[in-house]
């Protein structure tokens, strides 16, 4: 996490109880959501899931995750499934550039 979260890396690493402390909690992550946003990670990743795009951008840009937000950003971008007033909607949300 860290290697992809400057918010993680600083929670970790940085002058917070919680860089001490053997498990720190996100309550309100939900538990599906959060094993879904972990699964990008892998290296043989198969690509964002359509049906979780807009909560995979809010954890991504909530978390400072780059990576994930440019990935969606592509997503968005060669998604024909998706109506484009949602994928201008979430653009617009989370400043991606391109697709604007």
Known sequence: ??????????????E?????QSEIRLEDIDYDVNHTFKILFIPIFTGIP??????????ADRFEMK???????LFLLHSSKMSLAFRLLLADQYN???LK
Do not use: P, R
């Not at 917070?16 to 001490?20: G, R, Y």
């Open 16 to 20: 917070f109880k919680e860089s001490n």
């Open 96 to 98: 991606l550039f391109t």
């Open 67 to 73: 990576s994930i937000l440019d990935d969606a950003e």
């Open 50 to 59: 359509q049906n979780n795009i807009d909560i995979i951008q809010k954890l």
């Open 1 to 14: 996490l860290t290697h992809h979260s400057s918010f993680f890396d600083t929670l970790f690493y940085g």
